[in-house]
């Protein structure tokens, strides 16, 4: 399969390692796959799954860009949609000694960029991504941003689209600009919003 421009889209399960570390078992292998179900079944743009992974969903797509905000109404919906889940597993589960700590400590982030050279390449029945800017997509979960849920968008992908419709289709919060340095990989900049505004 041929090297295409690719989206790149990582809705991650924040608060995962602690949620894990301090639920009990049973509590935990209900409701992370639960949220991670309806992560994949949010998907409304026609993103295909390269990977579900212990706390995120790989979405990727090639071809022609979504429109802006298509984009951002996608990451609306994944966020909505997984709290509609938190609430309505913390209510099924209320008997279980951890359900507090379903809407206390997790939570949603996503992370959106865009690379101009990505393979899907098949391994045994699957396909699975290779490229820089699949690393790059990684590496920006690991990041210095302060807050725990927001919309990550990479710089790579920003410059896809006018500058004048970015904030015009974020009307809930203030986009704001920030960069990391990654080992191997150098300066990455991008944009990113808080989420939760939306649940307000």
């Known amino acids: 399969m041929k090297a295409q421009p690719t989206l790149l889209c990582i809705p991650d399960i924040s ?21 991670l179900n309806n ?13 579900i992974e212990g706390d995120a969903v790989l979405f990727y797509r ?5 429109s802006f905000r298509a984009l951002v109404d996608q990451c609306r919906y994944f966020y ?5 889940q938190l609430n309505e597993l913390r209510t099924r589960y209320r008997e279980m000694d951890s359900a507090a700590l379903i809407p ?26 290779l490229g820089e800017d699949l690393i790059v ?14 919309i990550l968008l ?3 992908l920003t410059q896809q689209y006018p500058r004048e419709t970015l904030q015009g289709h974020l009307p ?20 990113y919003i808080g989420l939760k505004p939306l649940l307000e």
């Open 154 to 156: 990479s710089e790579a």
């Open 104 to 129: 206390e400590v997790l939570g949603l982030k996503i992370i959106l960029h865009y690379g101009t050279n990505i393979a899907p390449v098949k391994v045994g029945a699957r396909i699975k991504l």
């Open 39 to 51: 992560i994949v079944y949010s998907n409304e743009i026609g993103l295909k799954i390269s990977e």
């Open 62 to 66: 090639q071809g022609k860009l979504p």
């Open 15 to 35: 608060g995962f390692t602690e949620f894990m570390g301090e639920a009990d078992f049973e509590l935990s292998s209900k409701v992370i796959p639960s949220l």
């Open 137 to 150: 997509a990684h590496r920006l979960l690991k990041n210095t941003i302060a807050i725990d849920e927001y």
């Open 80 to 84: 909505t949609e997984f709290y509609k």
């Open 172 to 191: 809930w919060g203030e986009l704001k600009q920030h960069r990391e340095v990654y080992e191997h990989v150098g300066p990455i900049r991008y944009h």
